[in-house]
């Protein structure tokens, strides 16, 4: 995915979430009208995001759950009662990450004993390197020394008694790029990449989520070499507690996730989680992590570093632009944050050039602008 697409991919995603929200509150407050207004806003973002799936299965869970949304709507406009697999079990879907059901991907559970069909979640090694990741500098040098120089050389580090780390997790505010990197390091590894986010495997079914899980492992297991990316792992592997069967579901889908990550231990295959909440990981999760790693908000090296990567493919006078100007005013933005300030500033210089018919290059005061227009993500997650 291209950076360009990635900054409207996190843009929809977020305005997703947002509607979803007041959707779902219309409902509880008894407004029927009002939900179903924001369900079809829902849709319209989610038909947006599916355009820019690089996935299939993604694209084809994006529409699956725009077309149950749009149901939705249509019985609460006629005052009729919602069935729960239309709306509800997607409730888990948050900022659009994921369908909630088993649409789209084989469901665990099933029966069959078919083997675990990999087309529903393999990709291809991304066309993606850490040369088109803006700035992490000290994060791209720790991946390399402690995940791709082991995979790389694992005859030296054996000399050393030391294995390669099969369990990484980034930690961090949201928008700082952890999901970009990830992709980052599975194009510089040559891998095949497996990307799941909580909703993929999550569910209220006793034993369902566990299957699911165990169907994924074994996907990455059987494409070697593998780089399997779960993101919102705090809602895959969160603290243990007993009593509902829901609960029960989770401690079952935990369990999973422990022995997988034991059996994984000498596979060529690379877990990669991301959190934004890491102190709600579960305990025994966390330890199966070899490597924990904090991805805080880009520095100001970084964000003029990102803001560079996201103009670099557009007419910009960048000799021109006061950069330390710009990476003071961006402080406290996020790298998802700078993407959209990159492409805001890119329509307004676009909007000049379609006035005058001719090629108008990005320059300070697009920049400027642009910051002025786009709210920092990291302060909402502050408070």
Known sequence: MSLEKSAQKSHFE?????????????RKEGNAKKAARYYRQCVEVLQDIAELESSGRLTQERLELAKNLNTAADRLENDQPLVSDETDSESSTG???????????????DGDGDEADPSAYLEDPPDLSFGDVGGMTDLKE??????????????????????VVNGVLLYGPPGTGKTYITEALAGELDYNYIEAQASDITSSLVGEAAENMSEMFEVARDNQPCLLFMDEIEAIAAERSGGSQKTMSESQMITQFLTEMSETKGEDVVVVSATNLPDE?????????????????????????ILRVHLRERPVLTDEIEWDQIKERTDGYSASDLEIIASTAARKALKEARASDEVVPITQKHLEMAIESTKSSLEAWDK
């Open 281 to 305: 990981i579960d305990a025994a999760a966390w330890r199966r992590f070899d490597e924990r790693i904090e991805v805080p908000p880009p520095d100001a090296t970084a964000r003029g570093a």
């Open 142 to 163: 720790t991946l390399k020394d402690q995940v791709i120089d082991p995979l790389e050389r694992p005859e030296l580090y054996e000399e050393y008694n030391l294995g």
């Open 14 to 26: 977020s305005e997703y979430k947002n509607y979803r929200e007041q959707a779902e509150r219309a």
């Open 95 to 109: 900022s659009g990450s994921g369908s909630g059901g088993n649409e789209g991907r084989p469901a665990g559970g």
